[in-house]
């Protein structure tokens, strides 16, 4: 099979890391959908089911669903919206640290694969590309960053 489009390339090689990062995870005990959760109130802490499901990209239902899982293993906690009593913003508990630690630990590991024989110079010049195409489709400044541990999760 000929790769020969950059939307095809990006597609497929976030595909590939996703599903090698998904294999890792499952042998900790996470589905995708729950390492995906924990990953998004990480980067978002405070965030409302709804605002939590956009960004996943799932309806609200389902991301109440897995909110529910992960609050009974003890890894999120609801808390209440001081402005609105009949809302609530999700929270990574302490529990959840190891778990993120661990999940760091996969993502580091599967990206030094990923970047095997891709100097240091090289990955520069490619993430530079990356982000400086997401601007120009988003209109969003080329500057954003991810904490180190955050997008290690991902």
């Known amino acids: 099979m000929e790769i020969s489009t950059i939307p095809f390339c990006v597609s497929w090689l976030a ?3 996703r599903t090698r990062f998904d294999a890792r995870a499952r042998s900790m005990g996470l589905t995708r959908a729950q390492w995906s959760m924990i990953a998004a109130i990480r980067l978002s802490p405070g965030l409302m089911q709804a605002e939590l499901a956009s960004q996943l990209e799932i309806n609200s239902v389902t991301a109440g669903r897995i909110i529910d899982k992960l609050e009974a293993a003890g890894w999120v906690e609801r808390r209440a919206d001081p402005a609105d009593r009949r809302a609530y913003r999700m929270y990574l508990r302490d529990k959840a640290q190891p778990t993120l630690a661990s999940l760091g630990e996969i993502a580091a590991e599967e990206l030094a694969v990923a970047m095997r024989g891709i100097s240091a ?9 990356l982000k400086r195409t997401i601007a120009n ?3 969003q400044e080329a500057t954003f960053t991810l904490p180190e541990s955050a997008a290690a999760s991902e």
Do not use: S
């Open 121 to 129: 110079e090289e990955q520069a010049v490619f993430l530079d590309l």
């Open 137 to 139: 489709l988003t209109g």
């Open 15 to 17: 595909r590939v890391m």
